[in-house]
């Protein structure tokens, strides 16, 4: 069974929820929903998927409705991390009518985007069923929203790498154009970096993996291995280090990635590339 | 020729850019950077397009290197709004190596995922030539982001919609459910809103749209029309409100929507669904 | 009947209240209050109106009231755009007394520059009753304070011009200056405005408004023309555009200027120049 | 001579100034500017006081003229403090037309709203010439232009009081009324404040002027005492407070009240009431 | 009895402590509980001195408790200001098993540090009873935590100096080096100030002192004078300003600058070196 | 040799320092400078350190003074991570004397703060010196300072530990008090933890440590045991994981503590209870 994955409290999205509301509603408000619609006026309706899709961020979302009508009521249908099949009601909503319209599209642009990179990440995890290997996402994500991204990864089944320069150490080829070689840039960054912290180094080449497990480091990243070299490393790291594949992952060629026996396999797209997810919000009818 | 998109001033974008460095950097700052390199080590490097794009965003990414290393030299090889090949050269950059290395994430989210919308109007824009369809997004955009995306269709080629609830009045469907019709809804609108403000209004139907335009709207969106219906409603109009088709448009069927005579086609994935350009940095060799 | 001005969501004012409340407490908070009152001393008191006035305001008086005290019990008098004679009670009050007395000024501050605002406007609307001219306000608000401000017009009865750079365009003549006349200017508006953006812009002369009236707009503004003029002109527009009379409007003259049938008055004097009405909080005697 | 009044440090208001820019910008910047101008475009301009005026705020206002193009040239005519003719050049500005156009009604709302100030104070400063007087300010300030507001009170050759509830005691008649009479509330208030807090206490009749200077206070507030009344105050004080009329005060009576000898006479309608000074910018012709 | 120091409003900290929490919660939230707690999991604690000392910032911690579990149900054994005993405990809570672990450091950190601040006032408040001194910090605080460390020193018993340099004039050694002397430097500040401000002056010899005594000034600062000096100094005086000892304080010797017979001694060390109180959470055994 | 300590970048201090040099000024400015010095008035004078200390936070301070005046001039004597003798002088400067005076307080504080907790770990570094042990800061940090708090640790010779809650997994009493026992929580941390993540238990026994190690862990942190125990402790580990000794530590018995052979001594009292060393700023005399 699937862990439930680590979850986000509302002090890490309220700050960003309430700037999304206001600088939709700007100076002037809700021009449409204040003309239309009376102060007390109360409405009901429902968010539905309109695809297949892995519910998440719904908290997050049903939070731009309450900072709108704190007296908001929300029955959910399914619960985050649910899989919810084209049409599918997520939640019924019911509150003030001004509040429901005016919140919508910030609520359903964060649902939707956050569904988007749970849904890509779950297709991805399930590819790889029956390997070793967990699907994590990069540091390829968008400004502000880097937590939430990462909290959709871990919906949709995958892990998380890095979350920023400052959580662990990743020697990359551009690093290592500037301090010599695999093995002295290790050696620094092992005599910098704190007792908690894990040092991982990106290589191209079986020679430069060799030098690498030879100075000690915590994981390897093989850069752009086509599978049949992934192999090789793979074997050649002995578990010694945990093995990362990363570069050029689609779809397409996640299962053979996995099958060359890498532990983790990171996939940027999964954060700037995942397509939202159609989500939609209808009142009910008034009866 | 395209007139030049209006641009973002820095104001528009500093403080988000510094958030997102902050953010990357953490209270630890950049491990790995940190450990290897000398803090006055110099280096150069160069930002390339890996894929054909449209170049979106290039201010905004200096900007992020320019924050942690004040004196950047950077050299612009293809300016904002040009259309870079595979592997073209955007800029040059030359500067702090530990400042290059720390912002590159940042700059380059930015400027990949800027890139991707941009490109991904343009695409639009290009098969819709030779009509009078203009591609506009709309606000399914990402919390804190938007201003920013909204500037990358306009370097696509695209033109903007509304901004937020407050620039201008549309009525959607959940509005006419709870305001009884469309000209009761028009009418509350037209008396609430200022005289700098336009209106329009969401049709599914010819009916709809007859009622309508006997009241008077600057604008009208015809909802998921197929094409044959979309070309009677523009006769409808007859020029009286600009004409404005939305939903279900896919790269597939623009040209058809647009040759129904449409004013404007919008077009939410641009915001939501287009992926970020594949962008690299690589430092020069070192002489 | 005047249709309710669009209201302000707390969302719009919290922030304002609350740093607000933070800059008048400071480091030391609340030195009077904090020696003489107990903290849990209970306290009723009344908020009057001291002069006539048109009330403006009030929940965003009542929000600083409750930030300190969130239990505080309010009973309405009189309501938001309500009439208020010399010596009206607004609103009685009754909570932690150290909390009254803290937010007092904070409270009446901005319920006395709003209900200014609001009441400088109703005269003014009231002078020209009858008439087909509205009142709006111009962009010369306070910084922090134009959202408030503008909507104290409406509940003055009167509308909203432009809120800023970013909602319509407005050609003036500094810019005429710089762009070869109008219509030039008009030209490239025109082709950089999106499709629901308005389109105004300022003439002097009867010839500049020709050359307006050939290249379409949305609105005019006629600047500082005495009334004959002012007549001449919205006879030449001959309703193909809105027009509207600026500069120099006095309580005076206003009439004046709108019995030459403009459709709009703008007057920034409101936002700028209206003082704020004197507004009382008296603590009720203990029994 | 009047001293120099206490100046304001930049980071005290660049905060303000920039907020108030990326309000005034909106997520869609400048519509018209950006249309009208050419990015590298430059123009002149220059501003000037359309009514004879106390020239404040000008080092605000070229603040917000920089945020914009920090490239500015300004040359300054009319130095801060100055007192302007009507029509008298303030200062000559050179730099980006996008700039100048876009920063104008920000800086041009601050310079106007302070100079109004200064100029309100100073027109009190001088009914009151010749007598002990000093004019103050009141806390009826406007959120977040408090210390701006009480600065250009100084300019305007008057003095501050409080500057919020923080830095002195100051017993109103709410307070009293709550705990018991003038001896009582000193008492508590002397025994709570530090060595460095100044007491002042608000009375209306002689007799609680009596009980007050029999406990010992550093100033008394005469609240809305007639002339003659005041004065015999005044004798009664007798120097052992520095004493204060407020309440009703107006430039038609100011001088009568100066001349009951009082030390200090405070005005709140100085910063909620004085009209903004009207202030042009014009671009100079092209040659 | 001592009286009841200045409360602190929770508007004035809630934002230091919502910071708080989010830095340490940081993108990936508390990985350890997160990983071993269920989110509905509820749990029971008690807050522990471990060593002897004043209760100070009771209401601060609890804050960041609530901020993670507003129905946090808290019992408080030990009031704010209480003496606590080394193990005494001071609140039960009973909460979110997550929330109470996760807020549990932000917590105790800032209840630590203010009760340390506390105790040692206290300690200090005690070796001068029975004298006119009282004990007062500097400005000596640590930023961001200004108002919070001046709150703890009133919680010790002690009072407060400055708490900035806008609430008083003091006149210190490097400004006398710019100014040409004592008389001079408050002759310039005394026209400077405002009727409610009070003016002190930092003097090292007994010239200096009759010198500012001549002029006048609320205040004396008596630096760094050995006790026989101090004594001549105040007898000096004779009770026309107030007496302040300073620099080199230490507990061993301030008894006998107390007994100098000066009225305050200000201690920077209660702000900048007061070691934190050790205070515990643990939870209750699961029954 | 010592390598030289990651270093911060300004962004990561820059906003601290303005909101402390704001919250100083206040509304009211400095009232001491601004009354005795004239504006354009230049000074120079000397930082110094009145106890022998490590240097730590001098470009912290130099960003203060440097926000008041962009154009100071700083000549360092004694680099940032140098040991100071009592009186050595650290930097002299050059500025406007008010600039120099209003800064003064905010980087004095800053810079005393920070030298104090460098001065403190590198005491404890040098007792440990000729072992293996390193010692290390905890959470219990002040409110906004930790990043700068965990950089003077470094400063000081000694490294980090966790920076918040996100960045490594450490499992403590309280959590095992919830979770069942060492193995179970362990397993749980493992299944929930990303693979750049380090994972550390902290025990108390013998018993706890053999669970741990069964499982296995990264690091363990032994909790109060006398140095006998602790002996055992490291042995037992005999390298399998990385050993930390906590809990009562002080100047007395730190060597001891690493004499029993543990990697890693982490000291809360560096960041809770060092003093803030003493720092001065003296004026040069005019010449």
Redesign the interface.
């Known amino acids: 069974m699937r862990?439930?994955p680590?979850?986000?409290?509302p002090?890490?999205y309220e700050e960003?929820?309430?700037?999304?509301?206001?600088?939709?509603?700007?100076?002037?408000?809700?021009?449409?929903?204040?003309?239309?619609?009376a102060?007390g006026?109360v409405?009901a309706?429902r968010i539905r998927m309109r695809r297949p899709a892995r519910v998440c961020g719904l908290e997050v979302a049903l939070c731009a409705f309450r900072?709108?009508d704190p007296a908001l009521e929300a029955e959910i249908a399914l619960a985050e991390g649910a899989d919810a099949e084209a049409g599918a009601e997520i939640a019924a909503l019911r509150g003030s009518?001004r509040a429901l319209?005016?919140a919508?599209?910030?609520a359903?642009?964060?649902l939707?985007?956050l569904s988007?990179v749970a849904t890509a990440t779950r297709d991805l995890v399930r590819r790889v069923a029956g390997t070793r290997a967990?699907i994590?996402g990069t540091?390829?994500?968008?400004?502000?929203?880097?937590?939430l991204q990462?909290y959709a990864i871990r919906v949709g089944g995958g892990?998380?790498?890095?979350?920023?320069?400052?959580?662990?150490?990743?020697?990359?080829?551009?690093?290592l154009?500037?301090?010599g070689g695999v093995a002295e840039?290790v050696r620094?960054?092992r005599?910098?970096?704190?007792?908690?912290?894990?040092l991982?180094i990106e290589v191209e080449t079986l020679e430069q993996l060799d030098e690498a497990l030879a100075v000690g480091v915590?994981?390897v990243l093989l850069d752009n291995m086509p599978p049949a070299l992934l192999r090789r490393a793979v074997e050649r790291v002995g578990g010694c280090a945990?093995t990362?594949a990363s570069g050029g992952i689609t779809p397409d060629n996640v299962a053979e990635v996995a099958a060359a026996g890498v532990?983790?396999i990171s996939v940027g797209?999964l954060t700037?590339?995942a397509?939202?997810v159609d989500v939609g919000?209808?009142?009910d009818?008034?009866r």
Chains 1, 2, 3, 4, 5, 6 share one sequence.
């Open positions: 862990p439930a680590q979850p986000l409290h002090l890490q960003l929820v309430r700037r999304s509301l206001v600088e939709d509603l700007g100076a002037a408000g809700d021009r449409t929903g204040d003309a239309l619609l102060p006026e409405a309706g900072q709108l009518a319209l005016a919508e599209r910030t359903l642009n964060l939707g985007h988007g967990r994590v540091r390829k994500t968008l400004p502000g929203l880097g937590a990462k892990a998380n790498h890095r979350f920023g320069l400052y959580d662990a150490v990743l020697i990359k080829d551009n690093h154009a500037l301090c840039a620094r960054a005599r910098s970096a704190g007792h908690m912290v894990k991982e915590d994981a945990l990362e532990d983790v797209w700037h590339g397509p939202a919000f209808d009142l009818p008034i």
